[in-house]
């Protein structure tokens, strides 16, 4: 939980294209209010967001769906609402496609739980950040 209150910024923890290596998209999910307890360390720190006014109320992700026998990415990117009114997309990437909003915050978002699947070895397709779940207060 964000020990400031509502969040109003973000940023994303990106790697990008890995050619013909295994490509992981977005690791992770953060800001200057929230340290996560577990996350992959793959990619680096996209600048943050934040809203002009108000909070973050509602989010989409950018998921691609399973390659079967090609390299899965899982969460590619999001997108967030603010309560002021203004529309943000994160620096992620090109894969996937954006599903439906949540359900808007009567307030605004005060927290998040991400599921991240742990690095699986040689040989072994990684997607690291897979789903977040964003607390309203």
């Known amino acids: ?19 013909i290596l295994d490509d992981t998209a977005v690791n992770n999910i953060g800001n200057a209010y929230l340290s996560l307890s577990f996350f992959s360390r793959w990619g680096t720190w996209t600048t943050q967001l934040f809203c002009p006014k108000g909070y973050l109320v509602s989010f989409s992700l950018k998921v691609e769906s399973h390659q079967k026998i090609l390299d899965d990415t899982a969460v590619n990117n999001i997108q967030f609402k603010c309560s002021g009114g203004a529309n943000l ?13 949540s359900d808007s915050c009567s307030v605004g978002i005060c927290g998040f739980i991400t599921r991240v699947q742990d690095k699986q070895g040689i040989g072994d397709d990684d997607t690291a950040l897979n789903d977040v779940l964003f607390y309203c207060c």
């Open 1 to 19: 939980l964000c020990p400031g209150g509502y969040l109003v910024t973000f940023a994303l923890r990106v790697e990008p294209h890995q050619k």
């Open 89 to 101: 997309i994160g620096f992620g990437t090109k894969w996937g496609q954006f599903g439906p909003w």
